[in-house]
Nanobody, 121 residues
Framework: QVQLVEAGGGSVQAGGSLRLSCAASGGTFSSYFMGWFRQTPGKEREFITSISPSGGRTRYADSVKGRFTISRDNALNTVNLQMNNLKPEDTAVYYC??????????????WGQGTQVTVSS
């Protein structure tokens, strides 16, 4: 069982920044594709970004390109999400995810518990 624990959520004003972290335990972290999703009440969970096991490849949803950056530190078993120029529409619960395969090709294997991000005008 792989456990993922997010941290770093909070409330910020539009234009501000937050850095989310996801600490993984169990399994072999460096073998997993990692990603971030977000979800608001009444809406489906939305893909935000993902990163390959080595960190060499990343992809982003159009809604966050140029503003969010995903990174990972395999020595620390962590994946991070730097969020800049936050907008009110970024308000959501953010979830860390781990997958044996590229994110989107198969179902997510493991989810974190989520962390709330609230962006005010």
């Amino acid at each position: 069982q792989v456990q993922l624990v997010e941290a770093g959520g909070g409330s910020v004003q539009a234009g501000g920044s937050l850095r989310l972290s996801c600490a993984a335990s169990g399994g072999t972290f460096s073998s997993y594709f990692m990603g971030w999703f977000r979800q608001t009440p009444g809406k489906e969970r939305e893909f935000i970004t993902s990163i390959s096991p080595s960190g060499g490849r990343t992809r982003y949803a159009d809604s966050v390109k140029g503003r969010f950056t995903i990174s990972r530190d395999n020595a620390l078993n962590t994946v991070n999400l730097q969020m800049n120029n936050l907008k009110p529409e970024d308000t959501a619960v953010y979830y860390c995810a781990a997958s044996f395969w590229p994110i989107g090709t198969m179902g997510i294997n493991y989810w974190g518990q989520g962390t709330q991000v609230t962006v005010s005008s």
